[in-house]
């Protein structure tokens, strides 16, 4: 893969590019989808091809290949940088692009490689939990249950010297049953996703997730819609994760610095929350779907500290952002696949745990609700307005949980929010996600402890 | 071209049908995509994008198994088909499976949906749109501190779908689309707003109506606030509208979610669901729109179906799978992303006929409430319980804009929204989903704070 790159990147700056980079990828995967105890889904794929960028004096320019022949590298590398003198006169900012380089091997070794694994027995797997679901209660009306794996190879190089492969396996399990009780009919949603090989399937949490499912969906069957207005809302560490994802960790991603998108644009280096709140975006964790050892640009990762005891510490970065704002690359720039040019993105988002105890959290809370879980959430950095829904929640009266609501939305400010958490606890749980940005979707993790934050606007019907 | 994804489709059905497969169907697809961004007021990149693949759906029995591949050579293929046959053996048996879909009736051949000056769109041409995207914004915008975002991006695909059973189709379609999105600073206020045109013919796509509107619309949501909370009318423009009707209700008249008693209308359908003002219908036969086709992701013609008519459900949308599971006609609406999946269902062109009065007729016309411009949201399916942000809105007191809002979201259930639908405007755009007018509706939950 090395002469492939090299021939890309040569041709690259022999058109006159000053920067070229090359990510050449191999990816296969396997969809497994099973609705009741019926193959809904039995798909296999492999993504195979290069993508290739070049650069000059702030012109950028991206190409996607599949002919991974010598030729054809040298052919779209030169293509590419053709592009970007082409762009080059059109620019307004100009800037050079640079940061330290690296040169590794990373094998990622896993215990069961997915393709050590027939499709008899993931197959099988999915029936399996599938079947929980269906036997679990006769008011289960359907299910859905979902096995994924992906494994990728991907080799990075670029024109300032870094030349890395990579590795990554992560599987993913879904179950998503409904209920149905006379006309009043619910769903829910569970996931297991973290970073490994088959090997994850065996934790209990995955061998029993049809059931936890359907105990959630029968548990719905008696939740009611939520009644609208101002709440102290209790997060539980997965619609925590959602928040710091969605109303602060977009905020983070230092591309909306140059582009002037951001609400948080002036507030490096300043509180944006509570001296007790800090919020860390890690790629170094071990097995979790959000880690990875070397970006798509092929920069080392790093932990990132966001904000440190409520001050604005840290950002997202590629290397694009690091040369523009003269900062140090973290290693935030991550792609889909080879047919997209990598952004700045999180990993496994968090807020610090702190010193409540759970029970007692939700004891001092008079009037509010609990929030738990979530269906999606959304954010426009630019305008500091996000919203996320939480699947399910409980009404608390007097420090005591009582009636199950579902789906509730819950907005609010960026610049806000984080100064309306007024307590932490500290427990801990990481959740697994995909982020969607730009029309690329990447694998994240996010969660935190449980969180309360205090009078904000919750939707209701 | 065309003739060359027919080629590679006919062999990889031939080679699937001889490696065992007792129908098979290949979806081949090739596109060319062309675009070049703008960040803080100027030109930053180009890219282009070209994308050939294929995929493979094999039954044997009654199983069925998929695999696609991003190239088209020989080899990908052979092992693209080897590991759809291992996926099909694999499977548990789907009783409801009749059979691929085969020819029937007459082809409607679409018409405008590939333009030459879209897919000849030199580099030069596409930059300089661009450009004229941003001075007319600019230009709304003097004496504003302002960052403007902005892209233009034009594709051009062809793609072929073969099966056993003698469908042997392929089309070339082109689509570019153009927007402005600029963020204005003032004071400690900071917001911002977005104007687009998507369309498959160059023509449509207007630069100065695209930067002017989005600086407006960006000026107008300059100090948001919050409201008092409580039930009032809302009026959804285009945008919100088609949010709430392309991707609320569309899912729910979707004809596999409905089997699978995960939509909202499973116990509704032929029963009257919405107001008589309301009459939604799914052609994917116009001229030049975005859903049209002659055929659909399977090969299966296209046809104009009724949705709803004078408020009663008058059909679903459906595929080959779903239509031979109910016994009705396939409305030719099975939906893949390219070559990469199996088919689905969606809509071809979801259209909201229109009716009189516009969304400025409908603001004055209001005593107190609220519009949305546009939401991000959608509903519980299988419930219809709706909570969605006002991404962009105002409050209308009197018959006049107060404020734009924040923190505000609207609660109501789709079966409500759907019978409370009160008036119908005649101001239709296509966006990326439907094609929709504004529309009222009487009354909904608003939560803000």
Redesign the interface.
Known sequence: MEDLATAAIEAALKAGASFADVRIENTTTTIIEISDGISKRSMASRLKGAGIRAFIEGAWAFAQTTNLTAAGMRTTGESVAKMALATREKVADKFEIDGPTFQDHFKYKVKKPFRSISIDEKMSLVKMIDDQSRDFDKRIASTRSVYGDMHTELYIANSLGTNVYVENSIPRLISAPTAKDGTNRQRTFKSIGNRGGYEVMDSDAAQNIGNDAAELVIELLSSVAAKGGSYDVVMDPILNGVMTHEAFGHAAEADNWPSHSTVLEDKVGKEVGPEYLSITDDPTMDGKRGSFEYDWEGTKTKKRTLVKDGIFTELLHSLETASRLDMEPNGAARSQSFMSAPLPRMSNTFMEPRDWDVDELIQDTKNGILLCSYNYGYTQTAKGQFMFQASHGYIIENGEKGQMVRDVSLAGNILEILSKVDAIAKDFELDAGSCGKGGQAVPTMAGGPHARIIDVPVGGM | MNEILLDIGTKAIKLAEKMGADQAEVYVAKSRAYE?EA???????????????IGIRTVIGK?????????QDTS?IE??IT??L???K???????FVTLPSSVGSYQKAKGIFNKEVDELS??EA?ILL?RTIDATKEKLEGKDY?I?SAIHSSSSSSAIVNSLGIEMTESKTSISLYS?P?I?EGED???SYEYQISRNLNDINPEHIGMKAAELALG?LRPK?IE?GEMPVIFAPLGASAVLGRGFAGAVNAEEVQ???SYI??AFGESIASETLEIIDDGTIPGGLGTRTFDAEGYRTQRTPIIESGVLKNLLHNSYTSNKDRVDNTGNAARPSY???PSISTSNFIVTPGKGNLDDFIAEMDKGVVCRNT???P????G?L???I?EGYYVENGEIQHPL????????MKDLLKRVSQVGSDSRTTFSMITPSFVIESA?????
Do not use: C, H, W
Request: aromatic letters at 6%.
């Open positions: 070049i960040e803080n007021n100027a030109i930053k990149g180009a890219s282009e994008q070209i994308d050939a693949g199983k069925i198994g998929f695999a696609y591949v991003t190239t990908d092992e693209a590991d759809s291992n996926l099909a694999a499977s548990f048996e789907d009783p409801d580099s030069d930059a450009i960052a975002e999105y963020v600073k900071q917001t911002a949501f919050i909370s699978m008693g995960r499973t116990d990469s999946g199996l991000g949201d959608r519980n399916m299988i419930t319980e909570s969605a942000m991404l924040k923190n505000t979201l609207i609660g109501i259930n939950n608003i939560t803000s704070g």
